[in-house]
C-alpha cells in the first residue's frame, strides 16, 4: 500500500476514451470506463479489534476491498480498508469516487459490475434473478455479455493478491 499513489491511478480523460473504445469496440458496451468487483484479501493473522468483522466463512480471516480497472486488468482504483462483513455496494456508495463522480467521470461514463451493485449514473449491475422467476432472454443475453467482459476484473484481484 505504500506505493499506492504512484501504482494506481484513475484514468485520465484520453485514457478514459481509450478505455472505453477498446471495451466498445471488443464487447460493444458503449461509454464503459471501468470495471468493479469485490473481493477478500486475505490477512496473515486476525486483527486486533473487531476480530468477529474480519472473519470470514471460510475460517480465516480478510478484509474486504473493491477494485476497478481497464479492459487489461491494470488496476485503477482501489478500496481496501473495510471489514468482510460489509457489503460491496455499501462500500462503494460511502467511496470518494461514488461521492464525488463529476471529479471521476464524464457524461455518460460508467463501470460493469455484478449484480451485488445497485444501479446508479456510473454503475450498470448485471441483473438479478428474482426470487421465484427467471430472466427473461434479454436480460439473460446481458448478463452473457456481461461476464465476458467481467473476467478482466476478477483476474486483476486475482494477480494483485498472488492467487
Known amino acids: 500500500m505504500k506505493h499506492?499513489?504512484?501504482?494506481?491511478?484513475?484514468?485520465?480523460?484520453?485514457?478514459?476514451?481509450?478505455?472505453?473504445?477498446?471495451?466498445?469496440?471488443?464487447?460493444?458496451?458503449v461509454n464503459c470506463v471501468g470495471l468493479i468487483d469485490g473481493t477478500l484479501f486475505p490477512l496473515a493473522f486476525a486483527t486486533m479489534v473487531n476480530q468477529e468483522d474480519y472473519y470470514t466463512r471460510?475460517?480465516?480471516?480478510?478484509?474486504?476491498?473493491?477494485v476497478i480497472c481497464d479492459y487489461a486488468a491494470r488496476i485503477t482504483w482501489v478500496e481496501m480498508w473495510r471489514p468482510v462483513s460489509v457489503h460491496d455496494n455499501r462500500i462503494w456508495v460511502?467511496?470518494?469516487?461514488?461521492?464525488?463522480?463529476?471529479?471521476?467521470?464524464?457524461?455518460?461514463?460508467?463501470?460493469?459490475?455484478?449484480?451485488?451493485?445497485?444501479?446508479s449514473a456510473v454503475i450498470i449491475p448485471a441483473f438479478k434473478k428474482g426470487h421465484n422467476s427467471n430472466l427473461s432472454e434479454e436480460r439473460r443475453f446481458f448478463n452473457n455479455k456481461l461476464v465476458k467482459v467481467r473476467i478482466t476484473v476478477s483476474m486483476a484481484s486475482r494477480i494483485s493478491k498472488g492467487d
Open 4 to 29: 499506492h499513489d504512484q501504482v494506481i491511478k484513475w484514468p485520465s480523460v484520453e485514457e478514459r476514451r481509450d478505455i472505453s473504445g477498446r471495451i466498445r469496440k471488443a464487447h460493444s458496451f
Open 58 to 66: 471460510k475460517g480465516d480471516y480478510a478484509i474486504n476491498r473493491l
Open 94 to 119: 460511502n467511496s470518494d469516487i461514488y461521492l464525488d463522480t463529476d471529479k471521476y467521470f464524464d457524461q455518460k461514463e460508467y463501470l460493469l459490475g455484478d449484480s451485488a451493485f445497485l444501479a
